[in-house]
């Protein structure tokens, strides 16, 4: 495995949620314990399309970074490892349901920091 594989399948990964976000807002609201509302909805719309700019970067920086890539490796290293602490502690602190979409979704935050920090090591 290669870091611009890695940049490639995050960018995937980042793709489901922003389906998830736009085309099944109740699913996503479900799974966080979210009540759901019109602004909600709104803002998960807005989530989503902030997550498809990150997605789009994600798929295209190899193309760009040439170099460069393992610097921006570590970074993203850095900030998935951050995502994945934010979501042990929601679910630790009760604002996240203790349920399996939260611990896979959390876990592939850690697998990806991880991924991008050895991929980026290697490169």
């Known amino acids: ?5 890695v940049f490639k399948l995050a960018a995937g990964f980042m793709v489901l ?20 509302s019109p602004d909600l909805r ?18 295209t920086l190899p193309m760009w970074a ?3 890539l393992s ?5 993203s290293a850095v900030f998935w490892a ?4 934010m979501g042990v502690y929601e679910i630790a602190m009760g604002i996240s349901p203790s349920t399996a979409p939260n611990f896979i979704s959390t876990g592939m935050n ?9 991929n980026s090591r290697k490169s």
């Open 1 to 5: 495995m290669n870091l611009s594989l």
């Open 17 to 36: 949620w922003v389906l998830q976000m736009w085309f099944l807002p109740s699913m996503v609201e479900e799974t966080f314990g979210w009540n759901s």
């Open 42 to 59: 709104v803002l998960m719309r807005y989530m989503g399309m902030a997550m498809a700019a990150l997605a789009t970067f994600h798929w």
């Open 66 to 68: 040439g170099e460069n």
């Open 71 to 75: 610097n921006f490796g570590m970074v």
């Open 82 to 85: 951050l995502f994945g602490v």
């Open 110 to 118: 850690f697998v990806f920091s991880i991924l991008f920090f050895v």
